[in-house]
């Protein structure tokens, strides 16, 4: 089992969620203490077999550290888990947990420090918490609704830039659905247009952090799997993005196809009068 999405039963308390916030701050990074030491050895490794096998084993150990203290906190129990394949979100249930215990596990196997674990607490349609660690770097990116979004506990927020020239813009996809002429298709119009820089790194949360610390500049998300994205949502839009979605009669935080950007009006429109083509 691979990507998983725990769905939670939490008690209707306030204090409930706040503890829960707290008690993921502090799993993310158990998680990866010991986790870690798989990237590690994957770095000395020149065999494709083992590196699978260590990535799968440093998965399953992420998810087995956050699971256990999530459980062992008593503030909720799990109700069910399931892949990414077969989950669909259960909106009668209050309250939905979602943990991508390794977001960007091919950088992981070929032993690229870009990769992640986060966490995102759903109610209904909206998104109410977010934590992403970057293990490599230290880094604890959190935020909560309406109470602006942390790196390390340090305010972050978007830039204002202005020009396309000077953007650089990350492109993110559900892989099996979104063809290849797609992304040639947009990657060309915005070479046409002379961006700076356009991403594909195969880490779409640490994306929606630089987008958050003002480093780049925008993200387009086409139709990506909501574990990759819910939790970017959030702290992107804490820290002063501006968002259009393609499909205005969509407009809750589980939407899976948007355009985020960085404060300026005039780089978002643009970038959506692009994505809009294509989707």
Request: proline content about 3%; aromatic content about 12%; glycine content about 2%.
């Amino acid at each position: 089992m691979l990507h998983t999405v725990i769905e939670t039963t939490l008690f209707p308390h306030e204090k409930s969620i706040k503890g829960l916030t707290r008690i993921l701050n502090k799993a993310v990074k158990k998680a990866w203490k010991r986790t870690k030491n798989y990237f590690q050895l994957i770095q000395k490794t020149q065999n494709n077999d083992e590196r699978l096998i260590l990535r799968r084993s440093a998965e399953e150990d992420s998810r087995r550290i956050i699971l256990d203290i999530v459980n062992n906190s008593r503030l909720c129990k799990v109700c069910s888990i399931s892949t990414e394949n077969a989950w669909k979100p259960r909106w009668w249930q209050s309250f939905t947990l979602v943990i991508d215990a390794l977001d960007g596990m091919n950088n992981f196997k070929l032993g690229i420090p870009n990769f992640s674990v986060s966490a995102a607490i759903l109610k209904w349609n909206e998104i109410l918490f977010w934590v992403v660690y970057h293990p490599m770097l230290n880094s604890l990116y959190t935020a909560y609704k309406n109470q602006w979004a942390f790196k390390n506990g340090i305010a972050i927020h978007v830039n204002d830039i202005e020009d396309i020239e000077q953007a650089t813009v990350s492109y993110i996809h559900e892989h099996r659905r979104i063809p290849a002429s797609i992304r040639c298709s947009i990657f060309g119009e915005l070479v046409d247009q002379k961006i700076k820089r356009f991403m594909m790194d195969w880490s779409p949360s640490n994306n929606f952090c630089l987008l958050a610390e003002w480093k780049i500049e925008g993200v387009m998300c086409n139709q990506e799997s909501l574990y990759d994205f819910c939790a970017g949502k959030i702290i992107a839009h804490e820290a002063g993005w501006l968002l259009s979605y393609m499909d205005p009669l969509k407009q809750v935080d589980t939407n899976d196809t948007f355009v985020i950007s960085n404060r300026s009006t005039l780089l978002n429109k643009k970038l959506t009068q692009i994505f809009k083509k294509y989707v």
